[in-house]
């Protein structure tokens, strides 16, 4: 079955610690998002990548970091930077509209990340 | 730029009664409208999508939305709640050139037995 999938499904940090989150697809898909979600916010772009290595900030790229380096792979490393990292992060990935697309992105089951 | 506004974020209707979800949205070009279902601590589900096609838009778990280009409006309907319905459910929008998403807040649907 095609899908997203990320890991883990919970991960707990310690404040000053580095961690990487694992996102991949097997949807052959161009387009990948990382998205962080709190409650009654809805959902917050981090970052986002249309092509392998390029990717572009989203609206609160500040203390993340991401790569590219494989079209079905696009991990998102949550850096100490980051003041407050305790929250639900989903990944997604779209077919861009160049490629027949309108924009629909299909979501993995997230990842949940807490601080202590 | 692109926007999208949901009225109500908590929605309780009793099983059996008629959904109704509430979005507005504001784009500069011709839009591309979705409606998304997350389940608690799941991922979000795509449940339907307007793509310039018909207004009337059928999607999963009988579920269906109508676009009025007048109202700038994409309300989500059903008209028989049941209680594997309750969820949270975001409505979405991209413009023609922009692939990016814009969701809304979310409306959190509750469903009474």
């Known amino acids: 079955d095609g899908g997203i999938t990320q890991s883990p499904k919970y991960l707990f940090r310690k404040e000053g610690q580095n961690v990487t989150l694992s996102c991949e697809q097997n949807l052959n898909h161009d387009a990948m998002y990382w998205y962080r979600q709190d409650p009654g916010q809805g959902l917050r772009l981090i970052y986002y990548?249309?092509?392998?290595?390029?990717?572009q900030k989203g609206d609160i790229a500040e203390g993340y970091s991401v790569s590219r380096e494989k079209k079905e792979s696009f991990p998102l490393t949550v850096t100490s930077a980051q003041k407050n990292p305790t929250a639900f992060y989903l990944c997604?990935?779209?077919?861009?509209?160049?490629?027949?697309?309108?924009?629909?992105?299909?979501f993995g089951p997230g990842t949940r990340l807490t601080v202590l | 730029a692109q926007s999208v506004t949901q009225l109500g974020s908590h929605v309780s209707v009793s099983e059996g009664a008629l959904v109704l979800l509430r979005c507005n949205y504001s784009s500069s070009v011709p839009p591309y409208l979705f409606w998304y279902v997350q389940y608690p601590n799941q991922g979000l589900q795509l449940l339907l999508k307007?793509?310039?096609?018909?207004?009337l838009v059928k999607g999963i778990n009988g579920f269906e939305a109508e676009f009025k280009k007048s109202e700038t409006s994409f309300h989500l309907t059903k008209p028989s709640a049941h209680m594997s319905d309750a969820a949270e459910y975001f409505c979405?929008?991209?413009?023609?050139?922009?692939?990016?998403?814009?969701f809304g807040t979310g409306t959190r649907l509750t469903i009474i037995p």
């Open positions: 997604a990935s779209s077919i861009p509209q160049l490629a027949g697309g309108y924009g629909e992105q299909f």
């Open positions: 990548s249309q092509i392998v290595n390029d990717f």
């Open positions: 307007y793509t310039s096609a018909a207004t």
């Open positions: 979405a929008v991209s413009e023609i050139g922009n692939e990016k998403l814009t």
